[in-house]
Every structure is written in structure tokens, then in C-alpha cells.
């Protein structure tokens, strides 16, 4: 029986323990804060039953994913390439749009993202760029230029469409770079460049946008954007401005407000999530017992740690940011065991990649970030995106599979030395 366990739960333990309680919390938490699809389908198990499904699917092809050897994710480099591409121009000319924010393919019944593809695809091909370049030294002085090259076929078709997606692929992609040792001086130029070129979008978003009027007291704030928001077909980049002005407006003016003084209509997401984190103490109302999912419109995605927070107090909330950073400390471990170099930039990448997002989503929770749309990766309820974060962490467990291996044929060639000394 144990042997059978173990020939499916191959990999890093600690890994998937880690994976194993996200998985949970993500069951408990979704099915509570999804009162609001409930109450529009009328079927109280129906939404976690379709995420239970999601996660048996993603699991799947998590197990499928870790049972493949590195050397075939290089070999999947240019054909991920290709097809990122393909469907990133695809969906920006014949996509579904939802709430304008995100652009979507439709797919066997879900609602298909590609930039989710786009972001593994991005660190893919970071990782063989730089173990491909490295020296004595650290990576080559050339190793940047071909990143770069790779990173402007891919990040604007998802900027255009998703900005906050794009800024944190850039970041995992600079921490990759660091990781990679790319010079310093290469990499100093770079954040300089990026500086003005955040300065110069930021200052075009506030002169060629306009105000996100609120066309209806009733709506929240996700309905408000929306609404304000319609662009005609083939708008081009430009039908976002509004959007991210309207964004960037409301994190800059955020003031010192007085509850009673507080619009609930106007500022209904991030009200009501100051609010669930407000009244949650340190142990929480309970899992089961949030107030405020009744009332966020995300509660299940984008704001479901604010859900998390009210349910388990400070406890709940630390154990979860505990989660994501033992998981890429220990792939950071899984990475120093590698004896080649693309298994650890891949690894690490795809950690980086995951708890980035989570931070991210955190932040935006408790009002620290400006709201994105991001969700919490593992935990949120999603359809192709939870089941690519699954494969995200097959490969995590794909590299610990060799790197272990590896470190024990190196105690077995390190045992005969220290017999005969």
C-alpha cells in the first residue's frame, strides 16, 4: 500500500504537504464564500462541487506533470512559445470579454485564459536562457538581451489586456535575472529604464483617461468599472485607460475615512473587506461564519483572503502566508541540490511565480496594493487557471525528483572517501 502511495506521491514531501493544505483551506474557504453563486444558481453545492472537480483535474495532471524528466520541458520551449503567442493575438482580437477586465477563450465549457499559459511559458524560456549562458562568472552579458527579446513578443499582448498580470510577470523575470546573476550593472540599467517607462504609462493612463463615472448607487464597485468601461470593438489598449486611471485615482486619494462616513455602494470591495478584516479579532468568526461574502462580489477569488482573515483571524492569515513562503524556500533548496542549472531556474521561477501573485493578492486584501484582479494561487476559486498553477507545482516536484536523486549519488560517491580516511 505504501509503495502504491509513494509511486503517486513522488516528489518533495514538504511540497506537497504544503499543496495538500492549500487544496484544503481553498475547499473550506471557496465553499464558503461562494453564497453569492449560490444564491444566483439556486444549488448551494454546485459551485464547490465544480471546484472540487477543477482541483481532481488540475491534481491529475499535476501527477502526469511530475512524472516527466526536465529535459522534456526544454524540448516544450518553442512549441509553448508559439502557441502563447497564437492565442494571446487571438484573444485579443476574438476573445470574450468579462467585466472588461480580462480577455477569455472559451474552452470545453470553461472559460480559458491564455496569458495563464503565457506567464509558465515566460519562465520557461528565462530558465533555458540562463542556464544556456551561464559562465564562471554568472550569466553571460548577452543573456539579458535574449530575455528581453523573448519578453517583448509576449508581455505587451498580455499588458494590453491585463496590466497588473504583466507588471508581476516582469518582476519574476527580474528575480530570475538575479537568481541567474546577470551583471549588476545590466541589471541596474534595466530598473532605470523600467522606473521611466512606469512613469511615462502611468502619466499617459491619467492624461488620456477619463473618470469611471458610478452609473447606479446600488452597484459595487466591479459592476461600476464595467459599466463605465464598455469599449467599442476594436478599441484597441486604449478602452483600459479609464480603467486604470479610475484605479490608480482611488489608491492615491485613499484617505483616513470615518466608518460612518463610509459608501458602501461606491467602494463596495474594498469597504467590505476592511470591514471582514475589521471584525475578525485574532481567531475569527469560524470557518462558515463570514458575514461579508454575502456583499464582496469576488468573495471567492479576488478577495478570498479577506474572507480567510475574518473566518480564522490573524492565526488563519498567517498560516496561509506561511504556506507560500515554505514553499519557495523549499524549492529554493530543491534548486541548490540541482547539479544542472535550467531544473533550478525553473523551479525557482515557478515559485517565485506563484508566491509573488500571492503577496500580490494579500496586499490587495488588505488595502495595500490598488485592486487588481488577481487571484489567490491554490486557494481561489478558478477554472484553467487553478488547474495551470496545479502543473505550475508538478514541475516544482519534477525537479525535486532528480535533484534528490542526484544528491544521493552524491553520498554514495562521498561514502567510500570517508571510509578510507
Request: proline share 3%; aromatic share 10%.
Amino acid at each position: 500500500m505504501n509503495k502504491k502511495l509513494g509511486n503517486i506521491f513522488k516528489g518533495d514531501k514538504v511540497i506537497w504537504m504544503v499543496f495538500f493544505f492549500l487544496c484544503l483551506i481553498s475547499i473550506v474557504e471557496v465553499f464558503s464564500a461562494s453564497s453569492g453563486l449560490t444564491y444566483k444558481g439556486g444549488n448551494y453545492m454546485a459551485p464547490i462541487i465544480k471546484h472540487i472537480l477543477i482541483l481532481g483535474v488540475g491534481i491529475f495532471f499535476m501527477v502526469v506533470t511530475l512524472n516527466i524528466k526536465c529535459k522534456y520541458f526544454k524540448i516544450a520551449t518553442p512549441i509553448l512559445l508559439i502557441i502563447s503567442v497564437t492565442t494571446l493575438i487571438w484573444v485579443y482580437f476574438a476573445g470574450q470579454a468579462t467585466n472588461d477586465a480580462q480577455r477569455w477563450i472559451s474552452f470545453l465549457g470553461m472559460q480559458f485564459q491564455p496569458s495563464e499559459i503565457a506567464k509558465g511559458t515566460m519562465v520557461l524560456a528565462t530558465a533555458q536562457i540562463l542556464s544556456a549562458m551561464q559562465t564562471d562568472n554568472g550569466a553571460d552579458k548577452h543573456a539579458m538581451k535574449y530575455i528581453l527579446f523573448v519578453c517583448a513578443g509576449i508581455i505587451p499582448l498580455i499588458a494590453a489586456e491585463n496590466l497588473s498580470t504583466a507588471a508581476l510577470l516582469c518582476v519574476v523575470i527580474f528575480f530570475m535575472m538575479v537568481v541567474g546573476q546577470v551583471p549588476a550593472q545590466q541589471l541596474g540599467k534595466l530598473i532605470g529604464i523600467v522606473v521611466l517607462g512606469i512613469v511615462g504609462v502611468i502619466a499617459l493612463v491619467m492624461i488620456l483617461g477619463k473618470d469611471v463615472q458610478q452609473p447606479d448607487e446600488k452597484n459595487n464597485l466591479t459592476e461600476q468599472v464595467a459599466a463605465a468601461s464598455e469599449k467599442p470593438k476594436g478599441g484597441g489598449v486604449f478602452h483600459r485607460f479609464d480603467t486604470w486611471k479610475s484605479r490608480i485615482d482611488k489608491f492615491l486619494n485613499s484617505k483616513e475615512v470615518a466608518p460612518e462616513d463610509v459608501d458602501l455602494d461606491k467602494d463596495a470591495q474594498v469597504a467590505h473587506a476592511n470591514i471582514a478584516i475589521a471584525s475578525s479579532n485574532v481567531i475569527g468568526k469560524g470557518p462558515g461564519n463570514s458575514v461579508e461574502r454575502d456583499f464582496l462580489s469576488q468573495a471567492f477569488s479576488d478577495f478570498i483572503y479577506a474572507i480567510i482573515i475574518e473566518e480564522t483571524g490573524i492565526v488563519g492569515a498567517f498560516f496561509v502566508g506561511m504556506l507560500y513562503i515554505i514553499l519557495l524556500f523549499r524549492t529554493g533548496r530543491i534548486a541548490n541540490r540541482c547539479e544542472n542549472n535550467f531544473p533550478a531556474f525553473l523551479a525557482m521561477g515557478l515559485a517565485l511565480l506563484l508566491v509573488t501573485q500571492a503577496l500580490f493578492n494579500m496586499c490587495v486584501a488588505v488595502g495595500l496594493a490598488p485592486v487588481t484582479g488577481q487571484p489567490l494561487p491554490l486557494v481561489s476559486k478558478g477554472g484553467t487557471s487553478s488547474i495551470i498553477n496545479c502543473v505550475y507545482i508538478g514541475v516544482i516536484l519534477s525537479v525535486s525528483r532528480s535533484a534528490k536523486k542526484n544528491a544521493t549519488a552524491d553520498d554514495e560517491k562521498m561514502e567510500p572517501a570517508t571510509i578510507r580516511a
